[in-house]
T-cell receptor, first 114, second 112 residues
Framework: DARVTQTPRHKVTEMGQEVTMRCQPI?????VFWYRQTMMQGLELLAY????????DSGMPKDRFSAEMPDATLATLKIQPSEPRDSAVYFC????????????FGQGTRLTVV | LAKTTQPISMDSYEGQEVNITCSHN???????ITWYQQFPSQGPRFIIQ???TKVTNEVASLFIPADRKSSTLSLPRVSLSDTAVYYC?????????????FGTGTQLKVEL
């Protein structure tokens, strides 16, 4: 059963520390999304990639967030330095991309910055 | 991207049909309409997508009028397990973007 895998599932860190979240998209999917969800802001699109190239990262705070796809099987979202306001659930999703709006979401990483 | 407007919440009872309407007045010619469902502590899950008229799958039906300025997700005979947030998205499938932008969603609560 193909699924998007995110690690870690939970992360508690201190303010100022670096946080790296990882995502393994479904094999064969060429589009990867990163979302952040909070009660106040809902689901926010941070960045998305097509064939490993970033298409849009306008939703991401550039000074502290970075997203990459080192290869087709791994997407990373990094926060450095982390702040309490970054506390949220971060979702990764993958899909077949152009012509298809069905995306498959991972279970998310619940980040708490204290 | 076309902006979507949907009710914040809806209540229903088991066995009833639920219709959630989404308004998207500035939908573009190439835009498709997609609905997602999200349970607490889980990522959203794709339900259905359509361009015009009616689309039906094993889970739901999607009704889109001729002017495409709105759409209605229909859930037949809901059960308690259908309690979730439902999101309406509008986006371009033909272009190179295909960015999936979620709005505020509709919290559906199903009771006995």
């Amino acid at each position: 059963d193909a699924r998007v895998t995110q690690t870690p599932r939970h992360k508690v860190t201190e303010m100022g520390q670096e946080v790296t979240m990882r995502c393994q998209p479904i094999l064969g999917h060429n589009t990867v999304f990163w979302y952040r969800q909070t009660m106040m802001q809902g689901l926010e699109l941070l960045a998305y990639f097509r064939n490993r190239a970033p298409l849009d990262d306008s939703g991401m705070p550039k000074d502290r967030f970075s997203a990459e796809m080192p290869d087709a099987t791994l997407a990373t979202l990094k926060i450095q330095p982390s702040e309490p306001r970054d506390s949220a659930v971060y979702f990764c999703a993958s899909g077949l991309g152009q012509g298809n709006t069905e995306a498959f979401f991972g279970q998310g990483t619940r980040l708490t910055v204290v | 991207l076309a902006k979507t407007t949907q009710p914040i919440s809806m209540d229903s009872y088991e066995g009833q049909e639920v219709n959630i309407t989404c308004s998207h007045n500035n939908i573009a010619t190439n835009d498709y309409i997609t609905w997602y469902q999200q349970f607490p502590s889980q990522g959203p899950r794709f339900i259905i997508q359509g361009y015009k008229t009616k689309v039906t799958n094993e889970v739901a039906s999607l009704f889109i009028p001729a002017d495409r300025k709105s759409s209605t997700l229909s859930l037949p005979r809901v059960s308690l397990s259908d309690t979730a947030v439902y999101y309406c998205l509008v986006g371009d499938m033909a272009g190179g973007g295909n960015k999936l932008t979620f709005g505020t969603g509709t919290q559906l609560k199903v009771e006995l």
